[in-house]
């Protein structure tokens, strides 16, 4: 049976394997097959795969694994990577001053460089093919222009947010001269491979007029914007969202990230307006942030995709992790074992991603026509045998080294459990040495 297919000889074939593709149309294929031509899916059907008798098409033998689309990360800050480990035994606040201010002015762009794709590796190590990377350490043009190199060299999918200049201390200002300057020199009309944001302060950090700039800003340079909001009980007095709705921020060009402290009419608001949020379980966890109520919020159906925040406030860059918290998180606190079903984890981590993003014509699911994000899953190590329900075990039992390949715009970034991005280890060394200088002022 064949679900779909254009007339165009494939550059790459996913054979056998059960392809999950997040369309209701078709679910599962518990046998399928997966054509790419060129950066886009081309053909998706159930049964052997379609005789392709051209030396030039690469067959992926997937007999045994699961395929499906690959994570959008909707929150991440790529810059802090080599901070892992800072402030483990501090709450949002106090950890912002004692790792993101503290060592934030001590980037040289060279820095931001190798944080961003260990970040990205990492990244792609467990599955993620899209990320938004909110870019609160936007210093100087060269530390811009190091930042989007990385991205660029990693092959994910990217969202470059333009957040502040740090230079001290509780001082971080918007850049305004390096954001215009990037946008005309490091973004092609019509990239959809790396496109531009702007993530200014939330209007509770500064005063509104301030945020009403950047809110001006953004829209005369057709940028969508993504705030930090409600991730400490300390904005709560402020009222926020009613703020945003005043102000008439609120909508589906605004991503928020974290709105763990939001209560029943905030939801409402955030409801009535279609504003996505950016759920990070784990970072929130970590920081003793609190628990977002997602169950209510998919309750009154907001969008909602999941991030793994900056690995300082996560420890980790891998979306399975942040999978299985989500739904851990939204049953302890329900205090019941259907407030979140692995499939709806897995829709969050992708689907629910790509339309947080404006992207779900994109990205997202498998399907003819879109474009060649996907994964697949070796579901044949220690901590996933035996396979007996693909989606609750890729939930619950997953970890990156199940992940065998990782594909982003048809290109092969992971295959056969090894990335593909050349020199990994002296990577590795590299951001050993940047972070000893940075954190243990070493030469």
Sequence with gaps: MRHGRVSQQPDIIISGGAVITMESATGIIEDGYVGISGSYITDVGEGPAPDENHSSVQVIDAQGMIVLPGFVNTHHHLWQTILRGQGADLAVGDWVNACVSKYGPKFLPEDSYVSSLLG???????????????????????????????????????????????????????????????????????????????????????????????????????????????????????????????????????????????????????????????????ANMRLASGIAPLRDMLARGITVGLGTDGVASNDSGDMLAVMKSALGLARATQLDPRALLPEDALYLATMGGA????????????????????????????????????????????????????????????????????????????SQRCADRIIRNKK
Aim: net charge negative; aromatic share 6%.
């Design 120 to 282: 990205l590796a990492e990244g792609i190590d467990s599955g993620i093919t899209t990320v938004v990377n909110w870019a609160h350490n936007s210093n100087s043009r060269e530390h811009v222009e190091a930042s989007l190199r990385a991205m660029r060299e990693s092959g994910v999918r990217g969202i470059y947010a333009f957040g502040a200049r740090i230079l001290s201390e509780g001082l971080h200002e918007m850049p305004y001269d390096v954001i215009d300057y990037a946008l005309e020199h490091f973004f092609g009309e019509g990239d959809e491979m790396l496109i531009p944001w702007l993530a200014p302060p939330e209007p509770g950090f500064k005063c509104a007029e301030d945020f009403m700039f950047a809110v001006r800003f953004a829209r005369e340079r057709g940028l969508r914007l993504s705030i930090h909001l409600l991730e400490s009980q300390d904005e709560i007095a402020a009222a926020p969202i009613q703020l945003l709705q005043k102000l008439k921020v609120l909508g589906p060009e605004l991503l928020i990230a974290h709105a763990v402290h939001v209560n029943k009419h905030d939801i409402e608001l955030l409801s009535a307006t279609s504003t996505p949020i950016a759920h990070c379980p784990v």
């Design 355 to 430: 339309r947080a993003l404006g992207m779900d014509d994109v990205i997202g699911s498998i399907c003819v026509g879109k474009k060649a994000d996907l994964i697949i899953i070796d579901p044949s190590g220690l901590n996933f045998a035996p396979l007996n329900d693909c989606v609750a075990q890729l939930v619950l039992s997953g970890a990156p080294s199940n992940v065998d390949t990782v594909i982003a715009d048809g290109h092969i970034l992971k295959h056969q459990g090894r990335l593909q991005l050349p020199n990994v280890d002296a990577l590795v060394r590299k």
